[in-house]
């Protein structure tokens, strides 16, 4: 195998693996002692919002959470992803929206999946496991916002001539993961579920990337 076919199946195996890690330590780590551990790590820091939440720091605070993580949920998740396809519909980027079509399609049956069966409750539909909040692990805005804002960033990079503007978009669309992911913590997450689906949002990324990879 010559080194320029061999690159694309290090990278991925590279990926694959250091992810699937984390993930399994994730789910190691996340147990009953753990999450009071960090509820009471929360509730000492920031306190209750209120005695009928269960949502952690001052009400302006735990506000600008759920703002910051309904870009993760899923109405705009929706609203984002029909635009997008839309938008390559249009353009006639086929390529690049069977890519995209196959990445969010395949990003939520993974986190159905993964909700089924590490969650003691079973989600009756696959609208639970963005509505309810008694799934878990792992994070579902963590993991979708992960392979939706990571997907949009790299087509958005493609299309830029400038390496700067590039970065910019890259460093934009990190931030703005971050923000999703740890907006989750004061409202319904821990840090394991949270990091559990940042790390299968990269799992699935590197195959696919992999699969769609220019020859």
Known sequence: MSPQKAKPIRKLILLSSS?????????????HSNDVAF????????GMTNRWS??????????ISRDIGALGGHIDFILITGFVLCFLFFLREEKR??????????AIIILFILKSTLNINNPSSIFDIFSSDEFGFPSGHALMSFVLYAS???????????????????????????LIGISRLFTSHTPT????GWSAGIFW???VNYLFRKH
Do not use: D
């Not at 579920?193 to 559990?196: C, P, R, S, Y």
């Open 19 to 31: 992810s699937l890690i984390i993930f399994v330590v994730m789910l190691l780590m996340s147990n």
């Open 39 to 46: 509820q009471n790590f929360m509730r000492m820091n920031f």
């Open 54 to 63: 269960q949502s952690f720091g001052q009400e302006w605070l735990v506000g």
């Open 97 to 106: 929206l069977k890519e995209f079509v196959f990445t969010i399609a395949g």
């Open 152 to 178: 949009l960033a790299k087509y958005s990079g493609k299309k830029l001539i400038y390496t700067n503007a590039r970065y910019v978009i890259y460093i934009f669309a990190i931030l703005l993961i971050l």
């Open 193 to 196: 579920e949270v990091a559990a």
């Open 205 to 207: 990324l590197s195959i």
